[in-house]
């Protein structure tokens, strides 16, 4: 199985297949062997080669963000073959929302209504429970409106910023 998967922004070309010990895993041309196990809805031990992880899925708003640990990822992933992958490819159009993944204050917005910004440049950074989240463009564009100042309290979904 091959996909594209976009994690914070910048493309990857993962390939799986699955082998007698679990799973072999191509991401970028590195070859990985690893496994998967699921241990609760949303949530997987990952082990591979020797080390183990603990994945967490979650959906805020329109994005899906991966957990690792205590290191959070926005990520995308695509099945160039599928007729829903190439439509969510496609879908780089028009205005995008970038929404808070969860309750917290913003202390820091990086980037001026109006300026250019590539994928996965910072525009926000909310702190929640002691961490400081950098909250990334989902595409390349213009930074139409901020909506939100330092200082402000925001809840998990809130619109926090407008790039077109």
């Known amino acids: 199985m091959n996909y594209e998967v976009a994690i914070?922004?910048?493309?990857?070309?993962?390939?799986l297949s699955l082998v007698e010990s679990g799973w072999s895993c191509s991401l970028d041309?590195?070859?990985?062997?690893?496994?998967?196990?699921?241990?609760?809805?949303?949530?997987?031990?990952?082990?591979?080669g020797s080390r183990v992880y603990e994945v967490r899925n979650e959906r805020i708003g329109g994005n899906s963000y991966v957990?690792?640990?205590?290191?959070?990822?926005?990520?995308?992933?695509?099945?160039?073959?599928?007729?829903?992958?190439?439509?969510?490819?496609?879908d780089?159009?028009?205005?995008?929302?970038?929404?808070?993944?969860m309750p917290g204050k913003v202390v820091r917005v990086l980037a001026q209504e109006g300026s250019a910004v590539e994928v996965?440049?910072?525009?926000?950074?909310?702190?929640?429970?002691k961490m400081q989240n950098e909250i990334k463009s989902?595409?390349?564009?213009?930074?139409?409106?901020?909506?939100?100042a330092e200082g402000a309290a925001v809840n998990a979904g809130d619109v926090l910023a407008i790039v077109e």
Do not use: C, Y
């Open 8 to 15: 914070d922004g910048k493309t990857h070309q993962l390939k």
């Open 29 to 48: 041309g590195e070859n990985f062997d690893l496994d998967a196990v699921k241990i609760a809805p949303g949530i997987l031990s990952l082990r591979v």
């Open 67 to 90: 957990w690792v640990g205590d290191w959070r990822f926005m990520v995308d992933v695509r099945d160039p073959k599928s007729l829903r992958g190439r439509m969510r490819a496609a």
């Open 92 to 101: 780089d159009h028009g205005p995008k929302n970038l929404t808070a993944p």
């Open 120 to 129: 996965g440049a910072g525009i926000v950074v909310v702190e929640a429970m």
């Open 138 to 148: 989902p595409k390349k564009g213009t930074l139409r409106r901020i909506l939100v």
